[in-house]
């Protein structure tokens, strides 16, 4: 398998802040460090996220949006947009699909990120959330065929958005990962980042549980022989596809 050592420039797709500082901020922040463009792009602003009886909606965005800003800012990534989807409600519809073939068009990215949507459950602990899902499934839709295609949402060419083939595709979550990023260097600035989302973590320290997922990828790559996995105390893993 033949993978980039780096896209020059990414667009990171997820469901809602705080996704990303999960799953897949250790390779963010170190690709930026070398050098990469990264794009954040959130389908929802995460409104529903708060037991508070006393919160609103409206207050929930901005808090959240707040929060996803500066964690990007801790793992390098400059541009951080919101779609505003109303959480918990995400449909993989052509509404969502044209808004990420928009933002595909637009930002025009060598690699995407986005959320496995075939992740329907991992163990016996966790069940993915639906707008996981269906974030996963509009991206992946949008990437291939219709941000390519000239033909599909023709009123995208009428606002100057020309067709653009995205060579990279890293699914996150993903239930057969094929592809190991050593986050070694880069793990305490994906903790910093995931503790910026304080509305979510309240007393909760996420560092324990982040530690043995990426200590369990690293022991993964090294089960399956991945170059190098002996030198990763730390990863993370993504499906990957080349569909140039």
């Known amino acids: 398998m033949r993978i980039p050592e780096r896209p020059q420039r990414v667009l990171v797709v997820m469901a809602h802040p705080d996704d990303a500082e999960f799953v897949c901020a250790g390779t963010v922040a170190r690709w930026t460090s070398e050098g990469s463009e990264v794009v954040y ?17 409206e207050q929930l965005v901005a808090i959240r949006e707040a929060e996803q800003r500066a964690a990007a800012r ?38 995407v990120v986005c959320q ?28 291939f065929p219709s941000a390519r295609d000239r033909l599909t949402f023709p009123e995208l060419l009428e606002e100057g958005l020309e067709p653009h083939v995205v060579p990279y595709v890293y699914l996150s979550g993903a239930r057969e990962p094929d592809v190991f990023v050593d986050i070694t260097a880069f793990f305490e600035r994906k903790v910093e980042a995931l503790r910026a989302h304080r509305s979510q973590l309240g007393d909760w ?18 089960r399956r022989g991945w170059p190098n996995a002996e030198q990763m105390l730390l990863a993370e893993a993504f499906k990957f596809f080349d569909i140039r």
């Not at 390098?76 to 779609?83: A, D």
Request: aromatic share 6%; charged share 30%.
């Open 41 to 57: 792009l959130l389908v929802t602003s995460g409104d529903k996220g708060s037991n508070d009886p006393t919160m609103t909606p």
């Open 74 to 111: 801790v793992l390098g990534v400059q541009q951080v947009e919101f779609l505003r989807y109303r959480d918990a409600e995400v449909v993989a519809d052509l509404r969502l699909r044209r808004d990420l073939v928009r933002a595909i068009r637009r930002f025009r990215p060598d690699a």
């Open 116 to 143: 496995d949507p075939t992740s329907r459950y991992f163990g016996q602990e966790y069940i993915q959330h639906p707008d996981h899902i269906a974030v996963g499934e509009a991206t992946l839709a949008a990437v």
């Open 205 to 222: 320290d996420p560092e324990p549980m982040l530690r043995l997922w990426a200590q369990d990828t690293a022991a993964e790559a090294r």
